[in-house]
């Protein structure tokens, strides 16, 4: 539902659409098909979005960044996420 009201209010609002919630990766229960974070922000930014909002795996990467010592491992949503959209497309 919410990929159909992006995809509706994106043509018809002209201003900067920022989208948050469920930006993690995740199984579908009915198909077992697993789906990257990348994936489901790659949807939304087709869908019309403009920046996606990340929270709980904002908090799991910091979590990982200072366990690791300081290291980033280039796996972390925020990490794909940016490094194909850009910094300017993620808000924590």
Known sequence: PMLQVLEEASK??????????????YADPESGK????LEVA?????????KISIGSDAVY???DYYASGGKKTGETSLETISHRYG?????V
């Open 34 to 37: 697993v789906y990257s974070a």
């Open 42 to 50: 790659s949807r939304y930014f087709r869908a019309g979005a403009d």
């Open 12 to 25: 018809s609002i002209f201003v900067p659409l920022t989208v948050g919630g469920g930006i993690r990766s």
């Open 87 to 91: 910094v300017q497309a993620v808000v």
């Open 61 to 63: 990467a910091a979590e």
